[in-house]
Nanobody
Framework: QVQLVESGGGLVQAGGSLRLSCAAS????????LDWFRQAPGKERETVAA????????YYADFVKGRFTISRDNAKNTVYLQMNSLKPEDTAVYTCAVVSVGMWGQGTQVTVSS
């Protein structure tokens, strides 16, 4: 059973930091690109960041560049999203995914207060 489990979400004040983790099982983790998405209430899902299987290439949405960092540890089957300088508009459910095989995690809530 392929499974992705996110953790690390929570409530933080604006300007604070949070580190999300996505632990994978049931697949050869190092063979796949990993993406982070987010969706706020009433809004469409957005791509936040992505990382290639080796970790050598990354992608960031414009609205998080300079604030968020995606990384992966293939030995631990885990991808991370370090979020700094958080803003209230970052409030959303954050989900990791292996889009190529249609595998999505359950999501973790991030709430940023003013």
């Amino acid at each position: 059973q392929v499974q992705l489990v996110e953790s690390g979400g929570g409530l933080v004040q604006a300007g604070g930091s949070l580190r999300l983790s996505c632990a994978a099982s049931g697949l050869t983790f190092s063979s796949y690109r990993l993406d982070w998405f987010r969706q706020a209430p009433g809004k469409e899902r957005e791509t936040v960041a992505a990382i290639t299987r080796s970790g050598s290439n990354t992608y960031y949405a414009d609205f998080v560049k300079g604030r968020f960092t995606i990384s992966r540890d293939n030995a631990k089957n885990t991808v991370y999203l370090q979020m700094n300088s958080l803003k209230p508009e970052d409030t959303a459910v954050y989900t990791c995914a292996v889009v190529s095989v249609g595998m999505w995690g359950q999501g973790t809530q991030v709430t940023v207060s003013s």
